[in-house]
């Protein structure tokens, strides 16, 4: 069954940097609406960035200047640039986007595993 992967979790100092991606498991027709979620141990679940079919971005206060949201429609892929990381950032980072399948004329939501993303000196 097609599922998201999420991928460039890890261990970075605060002030640092990472790139995650989120990309089907298999080829899809297309990839739509994206969601980009955080949960920290012990926390809710949060939504972190979300971009809609045509392109219009919203953010998380507290990340915004500093995530930015994108979508390669060409590699139907999906990305979360996360700079100037700070401590409070750490938290297991999850991707939820509507994709298009081939066999299947519906539009669906799913959901990554998850990319950890631990920041600490």
């Known amino acids: 069954q097609v599922q998201l992967v999420e991928s460039g979790g890890g261990l970075v100092q605060p002030g640092g940097s990472l790139r995650l991606s989120c990309a089907a498991s298999?080829?899809?027709?297309?990839?739509?609406?994206v969601e980009w979620y955080r949960q920290a141990p012990g926390k809710a679940r949060v939504l972190v960035a979300t971009m809609s079919t045509s392109g219009d971005t919203n953010y998380l206060d507290s990340v915004k200047g500093r995530f930015t949201i994108s979508r390669d429609n060409a590699k139907n892929t999906a990305f979360l640039q996360m700079n100037n990381l700070k401590p409070e950032d750490t938290a297991l980072y999850s991707c939820n986007a509507e994709l298009l399948l081939f066999a299947s004329p519906v539009i669906r939501n799913y959901w990554g595993q998850g990319t950890q993303v631990t920041v600490s000196s």
């Open positions: 298999t080829s899809i027709r297309s990839m739509r609406a």
